[in-house]
C-alpha cells in the first residue's frame, strides 16, 4: 500500500516547486521531505521526480499525483458524511485549470451554485487556454478548461462552447492608424496588445483575415480587465471577448475595425475519467452554464 504520507510529500514539493518550501508547507525538515522522496522511489524502483528546478513530476509522479488527489477528495467527502456537524467538515478544495478570458467572464457564475451548496473551494491556476492542460497532465489540477480537442490520457474531454472574439479599437485609434483601413503597413505600425509570450491568437487572426505574417508593436497585459480597459483608452487595439465588450459598439465607445469578422475560439472541459461525486457535480455546473453563455455550433 502506497504511504500517503509520501505522497503528501510528493504533492507539496510540486505544489510548491522544491523540497525547503514544501517542508515550510508541511512543517518539516527539508531532510524529512527529501527521506519521504526517497523511500516512495526505493518501493516504486523508480524516479517519481526529476532532480531539476524546480522539481518536476516524472510520468509515474503524474499518476501518483492524481491518485493522491483523489484519495483526499473521497476522504473529505466520506467524512464529510460521517461526520456532517464536525467543525473539520466545512470545506473541500479542488484545484482547476483555467484561461483568464474564462476566469473574468462566465467561469465564476457557472460554478457559484454548486460552491454554495457543496462547500467547495476552488483552487484556479491560470494560464493560457493552449496551455492550461499541461497543467492538469502534470497533475497540478483535477480539471481545466482549454483549447484541446481531445482527452489526455486517463481523462475525458466535453466540448463547452465557443468565444467569440472582435478585433476592436477607440474611434480615434482607428482614425489615426487605420485610415485606409486594415492594411499591412497599418498592421506593422499601430499598437495591439497581447496577453503573453504564450499567446497566438492575436498572430493567427492576422494570418487569417489580413494575411499579415509580419511583426507589429505591441504590449504585454496578462488580464483581460487590462486589455478592455487599454482599449477604451486608445492605448492599442486589440481582440476582446464579446462577453467583455458591454454596450461598446452599440455607443461608439468602439468601433470594429473588421466587421463581419471574428474569431470563434471552441473551448473543452477536461477531468479525469475517475472522479468523486464533487467533482462531477463541478464538472456538470460547469457543461450546464457553458451552453447558456458560449456559442453553440449553428449558432449565429
Known amino acids: 500500500m502506497l504511504d500517503p504520507k509520501q505522497l503528501e510529500a510528493l504533492s507539496a514539493v510540486v505544489e510548491c516547486g522544491g523540497f525547503d518550501k514544501a517542508a515550510r508547507k508541511l512543517f518539516l525538515t527539508q531532510s524529512a521531505i527529501s527521506q519521504r522522496i526517497r523511500q516512495l522511489e526505493e518501493n516504486l524502483g523508480q524516479p ?40 473539520d467538515s466545512s470545506f473541500t478544495t479542488l484545484t482547476v485549470g483555467v484561461n483568464a478570458d474564462s476566469l473574468a467572464t462566465w467561469f465564476l457564475p457557472a460554478v457559484q451554485s454548486v460552491m454554495q451548496q457543496r462547500r467547495l473551494l476552488i483552487d484556479v491556476m491560470m494560464d493560457d487556454q493552449d496551455y492550461t492542460h499541461e497543467l492538469m497532465r502534470s497533475g497540478h489540477v483535477v480539471g481545466c478548461i482549454g483549447t484541446r480537442p481531445t482527452p489526455i490520457q486517463g481523462g475525458e474531454c466535453h466540448f463547452l462552447g465557443s468565444m467569440r472574439y472582435l478585433c476592436l479599437a477607440t474611434p480615434a485609434f482607428a482614425a489615426r492608424y487605420f485610415p485606409d483601413g486594415f492594411t499591412p503597413a497599418a498592421l506593422a505600425q499601430a499598437p495591439a496588445i ?19 505574417e509580419g511583426s507589429t508593436p505591441h504590449l504585454t497585459l496578462p488580464t483581460p480587465q487590462g486589455f478592455v480597459q487599454a482599449t477604451r483608452l486608445g492605448l492599442a487595439y486589440s481582440l476582446l471577448p464579446e462577453l467583455m465588450i458591454d454596450d461598446d459598439l452599440h455607443t461608439g465607445r468602439l468601433v470594429n475595425l473588421l466587421p463581419g ?12 475519467r475517475v472522479e468523486s461525486s ?5 464538472s456538470e455546473a460547469l457543461l450546464q452554464h457553458a451552453a447558456q453563455v458560449l456559442r453553440q455550433p449553428g449558432a449565429a
Open 194 to 212: 497581447i496577453f503573453s509570450g504564450k499567446d497566438d491568437l492575436h498572430s493567427e487572426f492576422l494570418q487569417q483575415f489580413a494575411a499579415y
Open 278 to 282: 464533487l467533482a462531477q457535480s463541478l
Open 48 to 87: 517519481v521526480l526529476t532532480r531539476t528546478s524546480p522539481p518536476a513530476p516524472t510520468i509515474s509522479g503524474r499518476l501518483l499525483l492524481r491518485h493522491y488527489q483523489q484519495l483526499c477528495l473521497m476522504e473529505g467527502e466520506l467524512r464529510n458524511t460521517l461526520q456532517p456537524d464536525a467543525e
Open 261 to 272: 469578422q471574428y474569431v470563434d475560439l471552441p473551448l473543452y472541459w477536461h477531468h479525469w
